[in-house]
Structure formats: structure tokens, C-alpha cells
């Protein structure tokens, strides 16, 4: 598993809540689960009480996006370090038994779970992930959805840092909604434009 993978884990976390609509879908132990993915041994040890802490640190790393967003790298990368230091991690060498085209075992970092709770494990490889990517691409690759009222998190990998929209159908809603409003603006000046013609004396 790559370290770049990791980063997925934050963002998934962090989309569980959509501020602007007032919905949270991190309402069980069988969300958190399916946010570690089935194969997880972290996800066997979830339950309760990581509820209200799996929220905490959704907070966090959406002020990591937020900040990021807003072009306050800074203060990204200071609320990033808070919860590396908070939630460290033990980054190993792994084959997980996966061989090359030779038989030779596929060497990777992989980030060991010696966490004391499924959220301090959570959230040491999402802040990990995270950290990684933003140093690796930049800290403007950390973006908010522009499409209102939608604001979830995503990750820019777009070659030439175009990326704007959590996903093509916000992207897709937000040029329609352009294409909209420059149509009511053209069919305001028409309007205008004929209202002036109407109310001007003409000459006889």
C-alpha cells in the first residue's frame, strides 16, 4: 500500500458531513467500518465511543482543507502537524506478498497500526496520507467543491492544477448553473436595451 493512498482516507472522512445541507452520515460503527474498508484489521476494533471521536478529527482535517482552500497554507500545514504529532504513525517496509513480473516482492511504505483505538489508527494514516500528498504536490492540491452548497473535500492530481469540483456531476451542475445565469443576464440587457428604445422620442 502506497503512502499516497493513504490521503484517500482523509478525504473520505471528511465528506461524511456536508455543512451546508446539515447532513452527517457518520452516524454509526458500521460507517466507520466501511471508511477503514472491509479488509482492515483496525475496522474489527471499532465501536462506540469512536463515534463522537471519528467526528473531532473530521473537524480537523476539514480546517486542514479549509485553510488549504483558502490559500492559508500555513495554517494547513500547522494543523497538519498537530494531529502528526498527536497521531504518530510506524512507517515499514512491506511485500505484502505481491511479486513482480520476476517474482521479486514489491517493496512499499506502508504505515503500521500500533494505534491504541480504531480513531487514533484513522487518524494517524489519514493525517500521514495527507502530509504526504501536500508535500509531494503541493498544498494547493487540497481543495473544497466550488459547486454550491456542496463543499466536500478532494484531492487535485490534475496536471495543470485546474481541479475545482469534488466530482464531474458538481462540475457538470456548476457549469450548467453558469450557462443559466449568463443566459438571465443576456435576456436582462435585451430587456433593457428594448425599454430604452421604447421611452426614446423618436424624430418626425
Known amino acids: 500500500m502506497e503512502l499516497a493512498y493513504y490521503s484517500d482516507y482523509a478525504v473520505r472522512l471528511v465528506n461524511t458531513e456536508e455543512p451546508a445541507r446539515e447532513k452527517d452520515s457518520l452516524t454509526s460503527v458500521e460507517v466507520i467500518k466501511d471508511l477503514f474498508g472491509s479488509a482492515s484489521q483496525m ?15 473530521r473537524a480537523r482535517l476539514r480546517a486542514v482543507f479549509t485553510a488549504a482552500d483558502e490559500g492559508d497554507h500555513t495554517t494547513a500545514v500547522d494543523l497538519l502537524n498537530s494531529l502528526l504529532l498527536e497521531f504518530p504513525v510506524s512507517p515499514q517496509i512491506s511485500g505484502h506478498d505481491i511479486l513482480d513480473e520476476q517474482g521479486r516482492p514489491r ?13 487514533a489508527g484513522y487518524a494517524a494514516i489519514s493525517a500521514m496520507g495527507l502530509a504526504f500528498h501536500l508535500t509531494e504536490f503541493g498544498a494547493d492540491r487540497l481543495g473544497l467543491c466550488q459547486a454550491p452548497p456542496c463543499r466536500n473535500a478532494y484531492l487535485d492530481t490534475s496536471t495543470n492544477r485546474s481541479r ?3 466530482s464531474d456531476r458538481c462540475a457538470t451542475r456548476a ?6 445565469a449568463r443566459k438571465r443576464l443576456e435576456a436582462t440587457g435585451r430587456t433593457a436595451e428594448n425599454s430604452q428604445e421604447a421611452s426614446t422620442p423618436t424624430d418626425r
Do not use: I, K
Open 43 to 57: 475496522a474489527r476494533r471499532v465501536t462506540e465511543a469512536d463515534l463522537s471521536r471519528f467526528r473531532s478529527v
Open 175 to 180: 457549469n450548467v448553473a453558469a450557462y443559466r
Open 164 to 166: 475545482r469540483y469534488c
Open 107 to 119: 517493496w512499499h511504505m506502508h504505515l503500521a497500526d500500533h494505534a491504541s483505538n480504531a480513531t
